[in-house]
């Protein structure tokens, strides 16, 4: 099974800009893995920020974007602020099967 | 709007089993399958497997293989998720979450304690 690697923690100012990735063992990551990026707070259920590559939901704040980035899929914060603290996660599909990262930690101080 | 909706809190002992329902509204649900997501405490999202609600047809983890089995009843839009022979460490958070564009149920937390 494959595996999907993040980085475990990042930290950005507030107003900054900030970029998560999401790598997959068995190669470069395209738009044939649909990749998906999440938000989770603390207590609360995921939230579906980014799917097939960059496409958002209407409650997708603009400042995240998504693109594929030098073989990883990528999550560019664009204008941090401090409800942007919070865990997340990227999905890759490999025919079906999904297959989470281990999540990236994002402190805005 | 596309909303879906989990049964709530189970308690178990190991050895048992569980079975979590996760009722769709808002959208056609034969149209797209259903996949579960398991969260134990403090960790990370864990695929567990999908039902295609047209068909019947079923892929797990290999990691769940066996021990799982994900179905869904049509014509009341239900998936259900069923776990047998629980561990310890099968404690968590199993949502329901559906393919394309991924929206999620608010979660299920299965204990399993002695």
């Known amino acids: 099974q494959a595996v999907v690697t993040q980085e475990p923690s990042l930290t950005v100012s507030p107003g900054g800009t900030v970029t998560l990735t999401c790598a997959s063992s068995?190669?470069?990551?395209?738009?044939?893995?649909?990749p998906y990026w999440f938000q989770q707070k603390p207590g609360q259920a995921p939230r579906t920020l980014i799917y097939?590559?960059?496409d958002k939901h209407s409650w997708t704040p603009v400042r995240f974007s998504g693109s594929l980035l030098r073989g990883k899929a990528a999550l560019t914060l664009s204008g941090a602020q401090p409800e942007d603290e919070a865990d997340y996660y990227c999905?890759?599909?490999?025919?079906?099967?999904?297959?989470f990262g281990g999540g990236t930690k994002l402190t805005v101080l | 709007q596309v909303q879906l909706v989990q049964s709530g809190a189970e308690q178990r002992k190991p050895g048992d089993s569980v079975k979590v329902s996760c009722k769709a509204y808002?959208?056609?649900?034969?149209?797209?399958?259903m996949h579960w997501v398991r969260q134990a405490p403090g960790q990370g999202l864990e695929w567990i497997g999908w039902?295609?609600?047209?068909?019947?047809?079923?892929d797990y983890a290999d990691k769940f293989q066996g021990r799982v089995t994900i179905s869904r009843d049509t014509p009341t839009a239900t998936a259900y998720m069923e776990l047998r022979d629980l561990k310890f460490e099968d404690t968590g958070i199993y949502y329901c979450?559906?393919?394309?564009?991924?929206?999620w149920g608010q979660g299920t937390l299965v204990t399993v304690s002695s």
């Open positions: 979450t559906r393919a394309v564009r991924a929206y």
């Open positions: 808002g959208y056609d649900f034969s149209g797209f399958y």
């Open positions: 039902v295609n609600p047209s068909s019947g047809g079923t």
């Open positions: 068995t190669g470069t990551v395209t738009s044939d893995h649909f």
């Open positions: 097939d590559t960059n």
């Open positions: 999905l890759l599909s490999y025919r079906g099967a999904w297959v």
